[in-house]
């Protein structure tokens, strides 16, 4: 049973460059996330998606981009890396997000460094 | 707008000593609330919630929780801590972004829990 799978684990990427964060969830989970998590800062929703093809920004979209094409996958871009988007990144899912007590499965995160 | 505060950045509690972080959260609605945890280099894991059915909630590894609307907390506490149970831990609650009928979670940020023998 595999959960929420992300790729890649570690990333250093030069500023400017592009690159995609993989997300997959085997459990034929509508709502899937995307979380960055900075020290003090704790997590914060950059793009959520309620299902294929429908996505919708959270609270921190600037510099991403994101498809949801399955409802197994939801790839987030970083279209022009920033040192700012330095931080570790969660992909997280659940069912319906129209009930607000399902609970939301996490990756194990994904560590990006922009030098 | 919902949120969270976690009251304390750190915590430092003997091993076999009460466990307790605070958390507060602000909300018009009635919240859903959650405690994670995070062990080092590692995702989030579900330790609770409250989906307003009994206030007091009891979550894995010897946690719970109690929802006290009155005091708009949800404090997380374990009788006797152990060397395993340091981590970082969240708060979050869980409300409508966009009022579209689709929830996401906002977190608190963070409390380090740290052990002592």
């Known amino acids: 049973n595999a959960g929420v799978t992300q790729t890649p684990k570690f990333q250093v990427l030069k500023t400017g460059q592009s690159m995609t964060l993989q997300c997959a969830q085997d459990?034929?989970?509508?709502?899937m996330s995307w979380y960055r998590q900075d020290p003090g800062m704790g997590l914060r929703l950059i793009h959520y998606s309620v299902g294929a093809g429908i996505t919708d920004q959270g609270e921190v979209p600037n510099g991403y981009n994101v498809s949801r094409s399955t409802t197994e996958d939801f790839p987030l871009r970083l279209l022009s890396a920033a040192p700012s988007q330095t931080s570790v990144y969660f992909c997280?899912?659940?069912?319906?997000?129209?009930?607000?007590?399902?609970?939301?499965?996490f990756g194990e995160g994904s560590w990006l460094t922009v030098v | 707008a919902q949120s969270v505060t976690q009251l304390g950045s750190h915590v430092s509690v003997s091993e076999g000593a009460l466990v307790l972080l605070r958390c507060n959260y602000s909300?018009?609605?009635?919240?859903?609330l959650f405690w994670y945890v995070q062990y080092p280099n590692q995702g989030l894991q579900l330790l609770l919630k409250y989906t307003s059915a009994a206030t007091l909630v009891k979550g894995i590894n010897g946690f719970e929780a109690e929802f006290k609307k009155s005091e708009t907390s949800f404090h997380l506490t374990k009788p006797s801590a152990h060397m395993s149970d340091a981590a970082e831990y969240f708060c979050a609650v869980r409300h409508s972004y966009s009022g579209a009928g689709s929830y996401q979670l906002t977190f608190g940020k963070g409390t380090k829990l740290s052990v002592i023998p």
């Open positions: 997280a899912s659940s069912y319906s997000s129209g009930a607000p007590g399902n609970t939301i499965y």
């Open positions: 459990m034929n989970h509508e709502y």
């Open positions: 909300s018009s609605v009635p919240p859903y």
